[in-house]
Nanobody
Framework: DVQLQASGGGLVQAGGSLRLSCAAS????????IGWFRQAPGKEREGVSC??????YYADSVRGRFTTSSDNAKNTVFLQMNSLKPEDTAVYYC???????????????WGQGTQVTVSS
């Protein structure tokens, strides 16, 4: 069974930090593109970052503030979020695809989402 489990969300003040985790099971995640997406209330889901084979890609809105990393031994990908802003408030999802892409249709597996709330 392929599963992705996102965790680490919470409530933080603007300027603070959070680290999200995406634990993968049922497949070897380092052969996939692992993307992070987010959906704010009333908005469409958008891409945040993607990592595959050591390469990472970031949306313009988070570049320089968010960092993706991985622990291969734990089959886990992390999203370190620094200098958080109220506009980063959203449900964050991790997902797996054959390669990194901003096209959400290409992602075969999705985690359940974790809520991040940034207060001003």
């Amino acid at each position: 069974d392929v599963q992705l489990q996102a965790s680490g969300g919470g409530l933080v003040q603007a300027g603070g930090s959070l680290r999200l985790s995406c634990a993968a099971s049922g497949f070897t995640f380092d052969k996939y593109g692992i993307g992070w997406f987010r959906q704010a209330p009333g908005k469409e889901r958008e891409g945040v970052s993607c990592m595959r084979s050591g390469y990472t890609y970031y949306a313009d809105s988070v570049r320089g503030r968010f960092t993706t990393s991985s622990d291969n031994a734990k089959n886990t990908v992390f999203l370190q979020m620094n200098s958080l802003k109220p506009e980063d408030t959203a449900v964050y999802y991790c997902a797996a695809a054959w390669d990194c892409t901003w096209s959400q249709n290409e992602y075969d597996y999705w985690g359940q989402g974790t809520q991040v709330t940034v207060s001003s």
